[in-house]
């Protein structure tokens, strides 16, 4: 009778004997709470995944790019997971010039990013992971108003249950009100977030290897616009603002609109999505008492270009690592979490700061800056047409950027 | 702030700036605590596709 009332639980089925007391619960399936909750399974720790919609991976709200070498390093790749390889970047200057870069520079994936998420919500289910969808966690529950997570209140089915564990970590992305209980300041200020507006297009027909970045506040003020190629002459096309361009009068879907008129005013539309992608810097707190915050929750994002995928799955990793490790050796969990809070800073909190201050530069630029930098780009030959040049151009704009160029660039 | 359903595409954006967390996303809606709201309009400026307004 335990083995089925545990496999019955596990699965999910027959709502009397779903467990309410589990080591870990994580909150949010996105890729960090995914991966949270595989790597703590795999540990052998139970864990449950609470998740708010009703369908893993869905909806897409994502450009979908990721880095080859960046996204292998965590998981091996299955073949269904990309819908198309690019090895080129191509800066579209606001004056419309095309400047390709050094063709090597880049390699990397546009995913399924619906596919990639539910294999791995299934992967995390065999690990022993029970994922529960339509389940919308409500509130924290508190030993003490200051003390540790109890558990979770959670609206499941239009029924609120509770439910507890040891630790609980927080993957509930860019909303991030879960450590807001915890009296971590997660709300962004305008200007530290942008709005983001993005299409899947059909009857795209560019080249299908490359990602267009299109640079210049005609496009999308302190932000980009982008067209990612998708298999079958399909794009990913989007665009964000920075915050505080965004006004009353003037939204992100406002300059998309504008975008596909100029460029793109024949494709049909299949998927419409909308979404905000934190660009600051890392939240300082990452743990507090037993809760863990991953991913975009942890505004874990390389604010200069919005890529939030590869750590989000890193942080999940460790953190689910890290939540087993203090669930088998309580005393230690301190210790444990503050290993994770500088792990996370080593391997990429540091580099935003760089990123950040960089960003600031970049997006004060103006498009006619960006047309001179293009200009004297496009004189070199594409070989030489590196990331690191084009930055030594911008310096020769703006001399005192050189510092967080050569950081960001040397790790320091 | 009101909220209109039929543009919202429940992203969680607006939720992200709110500085008096006013604002939570259910499975199909976006609510509104009213007696929270200090009517910034972070959010109204922010959300990606015009979903928020304030109340004449």
């Known amino acids: 009778m335990h083995v089925l009332c545990t496999y019955l639980s596990r699965c999910g089925i027959g709502e009397t004997v779903m467990k309410t007391h589990w080591d870990i619960i994580v909150i949010g399936g996105g890729p960090g709470g995914i991966f949270a909750a595989l790597e703590a399974a795999k540990a052998g720790r139970s864990v449950v995944l609470f998740e708010r919609k009703r369908e893993m991976g869905i909806p897409v709200r994502c450009g979908e790019a990721v880095g080859e070498l960046d996204f292998a390093s965590y998981v091996g790749i299955e073949p269904r997971w990309i819908s198309s390889r690019v090895n080129t970047f191509v800066m579209v200057l606001p004056d419309g010039r095309e400047v390709e870069l050094k063709s090597d520079l880049y390699s990397g994936f546009i995913l399924n990013r619906d596919l990639f998420e539910y294999d791995m919500a299934a992967r995390a289910s065999d690990a022993g992971a029970c994922i529960r969808m339509k389940a919308n966690v409500q509130d924290l529950i508190r030993e003490t108003k200051d003390g540790p997570v109890k558990g979770v209140r959670v609206m499941e089915h239009g029924i609120l249950k509770e439910y507890y564990a040891r630790i609980v970590i927080a993957a509930d992305g860019v909303e991030s009100r879960i450590a807001r209980q915890m009296d971590i300041q997660t709300a962004l200020k305008p200007e530290d977030i942008e709005p983001c507006v ?27 616009a982008w067209v990612f190629p998708k298999a079958g002459n399909c794009a990913n096309i989007g665009l964000g603002i920075n915050g505080k361009y965004a006004t009353e009068d003037m939204h992100a879907k406002d300059y998309l609109d504008r975008f596909m008129e100029r460029f793109f005013p024949d494709a049909s539309i299949q998927r419409y999505v909308t979404g905000g992608v934190p660009v600051t810097t890392n939240l300082k707190t990452l743990v ?15 604010p200069l270009n919005g890529g939030g995928i590869t750590h989000a799955i890193s942080s999940g990793i460790r953190a689910g690592k890290a939540a087993a490790e203090a669930c088998a050796d309580p005393g230690k969990i301190k210790k444990i979490f503050s290993g994770y809070e500088k792990d996370i800073y080593k391997q990429f909190g ?53 510092v967080d160029v050569i950081r960001a660039y040397s790790g320091i | 702030m009101i909220i209109q359903t039929d543009l919202c595409d429940q992203c969680g954006t607006c939720i992200s700036v709110c500085p008096v967390d006013a604002l939570m996303l259910t499975e199909h809606a976006l609510l509104i605590d009213h007696e929270k709201c200090t009517e910034c309009m972070f959010c109204v400026r922010i959300c990606p596709v015009a979903a928020l307004e304030k109340q004449s």
């Open chain 1, 198 to 224: 993005q299409v899947t297009a059909s009857g795209v027909h560019m080249n299908e290897h490359a990602l267009y970045i299109y640079v210049g506040s005609c496009y999308a003020p302190g932000g980009y």
């Open chain 1, 288 to 302: 507090k008492e037993n809760l863990m915050i991953v991913g975009d929750a942890g505004h874990m994002v390389n």
């Open chain 1, 350 to 402: 540091k580099n935003h700061e760089h990123q950040y201050r960089i960003k600031d530069v970049v997006y004060q630029l103006s498009d006619e800056d960006y047309n001179r930098i293009g200009t004297e780009f496009l004189k070199l030959d594409v070989d030489k047409r590196t990331f690191l040049k084009m930055f030594t151009l911008v310096v020769k704009q703006k001399p005192e950027f050189i």
